[in-house]
């Protein structure tokens, strides 16, 4: 058997992906390629522990080209945004606004990520931005509560809510609700043309 | 004459309270109000203030979240004074939009175009904690105290958002920040050393994944009772949902039983300074602090 230990391994760009990489510096504005994975990220992380890879580990999956395991894993959609591993980086990586690259990636492209839940709840909360302009928190937990197939959830939890005045039965009204309508479409616009991510 | 000039404001500020001080977080607005009136700090609310796009937006659209933001910021141009805000979650936001658009000029016109207006990032944004402690200052705010909280052990809860990502806030150092202790100790309240202090409750997983945050804030649950707390202190509508609302839910899974109120700062800084206890928003509260209040003679 041909001894391993003392050979070298080589790997081209092309298994490393180094586009992929670029896209995610350019969307998150942090490098990448300067992790080398101390693992402080994590042992920091308070999501770990639900996440199927650690934060130092998806970075480098992604360095060494393996980012549709990321894409498509939970991990990402696991990470809280508390903001705690970029804070304690050694080398300056801003992991946390890495994932926010990651999950927009994912998002979109509609990928097929283990983590619906999340996804769904993040796209209703930012429906609602456009429907009311203002959070409209009934609404959000009824609406996650039918689509999610969970209509037992926390359903002990509402009528307190209502009956403390901490939900209301009817939503916060804009003025300048058209304002905000224009936003998501200037957006989209800029999309479609290719003048922003 | 000598009236009008005692009735005026010491300090003015413009007001962003954010979605959720006008539901699930009422009493935190109520509070505020409440304390701000009483040591005549001015608060005008931004009129028609939108959602500033919070943790869902950044997590899948940063354009989004940073023009959302950036739209917020120039509707409060129309009211003087700094920016006053109350959520840890929207100071944030708007604080890291404003450091990023400073910083990034391809980010800024790209936010330029889809809200249609140029950005204006020179208002300062500020946190309640950093008007009370910087601005109108410790010892005027340990002077206007006519009910010491003497007696009363409090956990500060930090969470993420009032300090982290470094650079950012501003609001106090990144790691070991002080400035919950220093406010409430103006009170003359104890406050209690302990390891969960900054550690994440889980946040918007409230919603889609309760399960974190039974886990996370049982955790911190946990370590407010370990250290002896009476009543743990949050500045954050999330952090408060979670400690409070979730607390019976996390007695349950675990079997270990907390009891343990959760106010907002405000509230008891509001009662500090004899602001009437009925207009604090106790009873919205899930876990009742009235035994603990009668216990201490602060009501």
Known sequence: MKNIKNTKMELSQETMSVGFVKKVEALSGSSVRRCFQCGKCSAGCPM??????????????????????????????????????????????????????LRK??????????????????????????????QYEMRLAAVFNVKSGQFLKDLMLGPKLLSKGKLKMFHQKNKNLSEIEKIFTRIEEMRKKGEAP | MNGNIAMKNVLDYSYYPGCSMHASAKEYDESTRGLFKS???????????????????????????????????????????????????CFSRLKVTQHKLGENDIKRKQVEKAIDAKVSLDKPVKHLLEILAQDFGLERLNAAVEKPLSGLKVAPYYGCLLTRPPDVPELDCVEAPTIMERVIGATGAETVSWSHR????????????????????????????????????VACPLCHGNLDIRQKEIEEVTGEEYNMPVFYITQLLALAVGVNPGKLGFGSMIVNPTPLLKEKNLI
Request: charged share 20%; aromatic share 6%; glycine share 6%.
């Open chain 1, 105 to 134: 990636l994912s998002w979109d492209a509609d990928g097929p990520s283990k983590e619906s839940y999340v996804q769904l709840a993040n796209r209703l909360f930012i429906n609602n931005i456009r429907t009311y302009g203002r």
């Open chain 2, 39 to 89: 040591l005549k700090i001015g608060l005008h609310e931004v009129p028609d203030w939108f959602c500033c796009g919070a943790t869902p937006a950044h997590n899948v659209d940063e354009l989004l979240s940073l023009a959302l933001c950036a739209k917020n910021l120039e509707l409060a141009e129309q009211v003087e004074g700094d920016l006053a805000v109350a959520c840890a979650a």
């Open chain 2, 198 to 233: 900054m550690e994440c409750c889980g946040a918007n997983f409230t919603l889609s994944r309760p399960g974190v945050v039974l886990k996370l804030t049982g955790d911190i649950l946990a370590s407010a009772k370990r250290a002896g707390a009476d009543c743990i202190v």
């Open chain 1, 48 to 101: 770990r522990s639900f996440m199927d890879h650690p934060p130092n580990r998806i970075v480098r999956l992604i360095q060494l080209g393996q980012w549709e395991r990321v894409l498509a894993g939970r991990s990402i959609w696991y990470c809280a945004s508390c903001e705690t591993c970029s804070t304690r980086c050694p080398n300056k990586v801003d992991l946390a606004a890495i994932m926010d690259a």
